[in-house]
T-cell receptor
Framework: GQNIDQPTEMTATEGAIVQINCTYQ??????LFWYQQHAGEAPTFLSY??LDGLEEKGRFSSFLSRSKGYSYLLLKELQMKDSASYLC??????????WGAGTKLIIKP | IAGITQAPTSQILAAGRRMTLRCTQD?????MYWYRQDLGLGLRLIHY???????GKGEVPDGYSVSRANTDDFPLTLASAVPSQTSVYFC?????????????FGPGTRLTVL
């Protein structure tokens, strides 16, 4: 079956670094997406990885290991506005997204 | 219109009633999607359309139908609503997902079926 696992909730301190992990099992694999979703709002795109390695985009970076079925999202210099849910989604062989339940990130001052 | 819009924003519906959720995009995207989002669960695909005139079933299609008469519009219909269809519904569009093209989401419709 297809499955995306990520922690339900994480807490971090303003200014710190946090890593949100995601493991995936999909029928075929065409890449992995990360989205951010603030409470009561729509998801918005953060990153896409299809090759192994780290993709850096400002304060956010995303890593992929295809052999391990593993990805992480790294957030640096945390700000209060980063409090949100972070959704991991794998793209399967039919180009359909399989979504994790999301990780709720709580930032404390 | 800028991006993707949904209507209504929220709705309370009696069980057994018919309801159509509207979705319109102005980005000329080929692909459109309907998801439902429930607490503790990931987004679940209801129906999708890869191009105007075609539709396909997602993970949870039962009780829902869609049509794609043109590029811009992708309405979702609940023929006879049931309480288990209480959820937040998101419409999304993309230029296909190959190559990492992202999905753009509408603001959502919060539906309560009593």
């Amino acid at each position: 079956g297809q499955n995306i696992d990520q922690p339900t909730e994480m807490t971090a301190t303003e200014g710190a670094i946090v890593q949100i992990n995601c493991t995936y099992q999909t029928s075929g694999f065409n890449g992995l997406f990360w989205y951010q979703q603030h409470a009561g709002e729509a998801p918005t795109f953060l990153s896409y990885n299809v090759l192994d390695g780290l993709e850096e985009k400002g304060r956010f970076s995303s890593f992929l290991s295809r052999s391990k079925g593993y990805s992480y999202l790294l957030l640096k210099e945390l700000q209060m506005k980063d409090s949100a849910s972070y959704l991991c989604a794998g793209l399967d062989s039919n180009y359909q997204l399989i979504w994790g339940a999301g990780t709720k990130l709580i930032i404390k001052p | 219109i800028a991006g993707i819009t949904q209507a209504p924003t929220s709705q309370i519906l009696a069980a057994g009633r018919r309801m159509t959720l509207r979705c319109t995009q102005d980005m000329r995207h080929n692909a459109m999607y309907w998801y439902r989002q429930d607490l503790g669960l990931g987004l679940r695909l209801i129906h999708y359309s890869n191009t105007a005139g075609t539709t396909g079933k997602g993970e949870v299609p039962d009780g829902y139908s869609v049509s794609r008469a043109n590029t811009d519009d992708f309405p979702l219909t609940l023929a006879s609503a049931v309480p288990s269809q209480t959820s937040v519904y998101f419409c999304a569009s993309s230029d296909g997902l190959a190559g990492g093209n992202e999905q753009f989401f509408g603001p959502g419709t919060r539906l309560t079926v009593l």
